[in-house]
T-cell receptor
């Protein structure tokens, strides 16, 4: 099956710093990737849709300037949390559309961000 | 647009069956089912498409009632490994992103 990786798997940072999270599709090309945020015991909330070669599409209520998304190639999308604060602490998960007949989404292992 | 899942939580003994429901107020193109264990990413289980096509695991079955915009996931002869939170993700026509329900927490005990 299609494999999606994320790096780092966890990160702890000080308030005010920026953190970059990478999402890679390892064995397929993904023109579209998605970024989700999940708080403990809650559902996955879509933050943005990342499109290769164009600007990301953000969901309502998600700050574009705070969560910078760059889809530089068909196998890599990055999410940068700028000027992170403790309320940004969460589990960030990316997924990629493999472009198959069934339009499955394959999820990365997630990145746990803790902002002190 | 978030689909509604029921029940919120269920506890089963090994070997028992369970049904998890997912309903939407919108006309759907597909329903995706995932299972997530604590601290891990969701794992794909099943896709149901409008028109009746399905793709998924052998031991897990599901149905999609297009008229009612409802899907049900059937877990039979549950095993301890079935424990986790099950999410349905709904897709509207037009290649839209998945929108996930709040999840159903399933606990299988010996």
């Amino acid at each position: 099956g299609a494999v999606v990786s994320q790096h780092p798997s966890w990160v702890i940072c000080k308030s005010g710093t920026s953190v970059k999270i990478e999402c890679r599709s390892l064995d397929f090309q993904a023109t579209t990737m998605f970024w989700y945020r999940q708080f403990p015991k809650q559902s996955l909330m879509l933050m943005a849709t990342s499109n290769e070669g164009s600007k990301a599409t953000y969901e309502q209520g998600v700050e574009k300037d705070k969560f910078l998304i760059n889809h530089a190639s068909l196998t890599l999308s990055t999410l940068t949390v700028t000027s992170a604060h403790p309320e940004d602490s969460s589990f960030y998960i990316c997924s990629a559309n493999a472009g198959t007949q069934y339009n499955e989404q394959f999820f990365g292992p997630g990145t746990r961000l803790t902002v002190l | 647009q978030q689909p509604v899942q029921s029940p919120q939580a269920v506890i089963l003994r090994e070997g028992e069956d369970a049904v998890i429901n997912c309903s939407s107020s919108k006309a759907l193109y597909s329903v995706h089912w995932y299972r997530q264990k604590h601290g891990e990413a969701p794992v794909f289980l099943m896709i149901l498409l409008k028109g009746g096509e399905q793709k998924g695991h052998e031991k897990i079955s599901a149905s999609f009632n297009e008229k009612k915009q409802q899907s049900s996931l059937y877990l039979t002869a549950s095993q301890l490994s079935y424990s986790g939170t099950y999410f349905c993700g709904t897709e509207l026509p037009g290649n839209t992103p998945l929108v996930f329900g709040k999840g159903t927490r399933l606990s299988v005990i010996a």
